[in-house]
Each structure stands twice: as C-alpha cells, then as structure tokens.
C-alpha cells in the first residue's frame, strides 16, 4: 500500500490549503482513512477522518467548521480543505489509511508527511 500526500505550503493565517492523498496497491474491504498532524515537540494527533465507503466524517473538535475532509470514491484520493488556518495548526500532515480485517485485526498505513505552516 502506498499513500502519497501533497499540498501542503506555507500560508497566512486565515488563508485556506487543500491537502490531498492518493491511495494505491490494496484493495480492502472495511477501512477507513484521516489525516493526523504532529508539531514539533508534541505526539501526533488526529485532525479528521472519514469511513470509505458509508462517508461517515469525523473530526477534532478545533478544526470543526474549519476543515472538510472527502474522499473520491472512484479515484480513491483522500482530501482535506483548511480553511480559516490558524498558526497552531502548523504541523507536519500525515495521510492515514486504516484498514479492519477478518478477526478484528487492524493495520494502519501512513503517508509520507507534508509541511503546513501557518504565519501570523
């Protein structure tokens, strides 16, 4: 499985930043997929997250409002709309794919990372 994430950049705050991901190599049955973020200094936190194939969405509460998460079915990218960014979201993004298999087995899969940063 590979996750290749890009569009991140460096923007003001208040400005907006698409990230988008592409999945390939696998084929799964149950799995969903998100985005996480980690700022130096601190762990990796869940920022969004979406059930691939019901849409169900999920998010952290501080970015409510602010950021969208979708995914295209067909072309199985995965994206994240910032809007409203604010400093504290400066943060390395990570791609996430996690999949739920026979018997309760989980594995999870991640992208490569792309740099958001957010001036004042």
């Known amino acids: 499985v590979q996750l290749q994430a890009s569009g991140g950049g460096l923007v003001q705050a208040g400005g907006s930043l698409r990230l988008s991901c592409a999945a390939s190599?696998?084929?799964?049955?149950?799995?969903?997929m998100g985005w996480f973020r980690q700022s130096p200094g601190k762990e990796r936190e869940f920022v969004a997250g979406?059930?691939?194939?019901?849409?169900?969405?999920y998010y952290l509460n501080s970015v409510k409002g602010r950021f969208t998460i979708s995914r295209d079915y067909a072309k199985n990218t995965l994206s994240l709309l910032m809007n409203s960014l604010k400093p504290e979201d400066t943060a390395v993004y990570y791609c996430?794919?996690?999949?739920?298999?026979?018997?309760?087995?989980?594995?999870?899969?991640w992208g490569q990372g792309t740099q958001v940063t957010v001036l004042q």
């Open positions: 190599g696998g084929t799964f049955s149950s799995y969903g």
């Open positions: 996430n794919l996690h999949v739920t298999g026979a018997g309760g087995s989980v594995n999870d899969y």
């Open positions: 979406i059930i691939w194939s019901g849409g169900t969405t």
